[in-house]
């Protein structure tokens, strides 16, 4: 199986920063794309930032104040959130899509989520 976790959620704010990651283990094969979405109550979860092995894809809301990163050694990606906007407010959700030993031809892991709160 594959564990997902993120962490560094928290209240900031308007202005603040924060940056949160995300640790990926267990059987993994490969990790192909890694990504965060965020959700606020009523709303369908929406992509923040993804990226692959050479590209990144923003939400244009978050455009030149987020910036997602990884690190295929450790199995991790972050999410470094500068310039917070109270609309920032949601649960922030890591996901990957990697294979395993269950899945050799890849499959999609979400991890619980960690509430990050823009609020003066």
């Known amino acids: 199986q594959v564990q997902v976790v993120e962490s560094g959620g928290g209240l900031v704010q308007p202005g603040g920063s924060l940056r949160l990651s995300c640790a990926v283990s267990g059987s993994i094969f490969t990790i192909y794309d890694m990504g965060w979405y965020r959700q606020t109550p009523g709303k369908w979860r929406e992509l923040v930032a993804a990226i692959t092995s050479g590209n990144t894809n923003y939400a244009d809301s978050v455009k030149g104040r987020f910036t997602i990163s990884r690190d295929n050694a450790k199995n991790t990606v972050s999410l470094q959130m500068n310039n917070l906007k109270p609309e920032d407010t949601a649960v922030y959700y890591c996901?990957?899509?990697?294979?395993?030993?269950?899945?050799?031809?890849?499959?999609?892991?979400w991890g619980k989520g960690t509430l990050v709160t823009v609020s003066s």
């Open positions: 996901n990957v899509n990697s294979s395993d030993s269950y899945y050799p031809y890849g499959n999609d892991y």
